[in-house]
């Protein structure tokens, strides 16, 4: 069974880089077919999707964080992470890493609460 393990600070200031990783157990990040998602949900509001990485490298970006976002993995560590760059209060959320064969969003990790606050 896959297991995915969202890890990073809690607290960010203001105009600084958000940075989470996602540690993956029970598979790859190189399985064949696979897509690995960063996805927020601000308080009071809906899931909101950033992007992912695939099993090649491939990486897609919602285009209202575009300029902001950069997914990576290493699979020396079996893992893919999220920066986002300039971090206002609005970037408060709890981060989600998720991912599955395909578009689908099978295996997701319990979240982590990140705060951007001075």
């Known amino acids: 069974q896959v297991q995915l393990q969202e890890s990073g600070p809690n607290l960010v200031k203001p105009s600084q880089t958000l940075s989470l990783t996602c540690t993956i157990s029970?598979?790859?990040?190189?399985?064949?077919?696979?897509?690995w998602n960063w996805i927020r949900q601000s308080p009071g509001k809906g899931l909101e999707w950033m992007g992912l990485?695939?099993?090649?490298?491939?990486?897609y970006y919602s285009p209202a964080l575009k300029s902001r976002t950069s997914i990576a993995k290493d699979t020396s560590k079996n893992q893919f992470s999220l920066q986002l760059n300039s971090v206002t209060p609005e970037d408060t959320a709890v981060y989600y890493c998720?991912?599955?064969?395909?578009?689908?969003?099978?295996?997701w990790g319990q979240g982590t609460q990140v705060t951007v606050s001075s």
């Open positions: 998720a991912g599955g064969e395909g578009w689908g969003l099978k295996y």
């Open positions: 029970g598979g790859s990040v190189t399985t064949s077919n696979y897509f």
């Open positions: 990485i695939g099993y090649d490298g491939s990486t």
